[in-house]
């Protein structure tokens, strides 16, 4: 099944995403290369893709799992959460209808 993780930052959490960046892609990688990663990104600070010094306010992360429980131990065990840049992350069940 489906799970949406949405993760909330921390104020001014853009030096702390670019720090751990390295290791919360590598994560991302390895559920692409297992076929299950359906979309993966950051949630803008401002109406830009490139929001500069802005940085993000979040992220958002639709992947397959088993269980809604190996969805959070998945997203509890996030570079940016141990490092901080999350103030809040939430997993939900995700049922994708388009495209």
Known sequence: MLYA????????????????????????????????????????AIDSNDPGEAGFTGSLVVAEFDSLAAAQIWADADPYGEAGVYRKVVVKPFKKVLP
């Open 5 to 44: 993780v949405i993760s909330e930052d921390v104020d001014n959490s853009l030096p702390l995403r670019k720090e751990v960046r390295p290791a919360h892609l590598a994560r991302l990688e390895q559920l692409k290369e297992q076929g299950r990663l359906v979309l993966a990104g950051p949630l803008p």
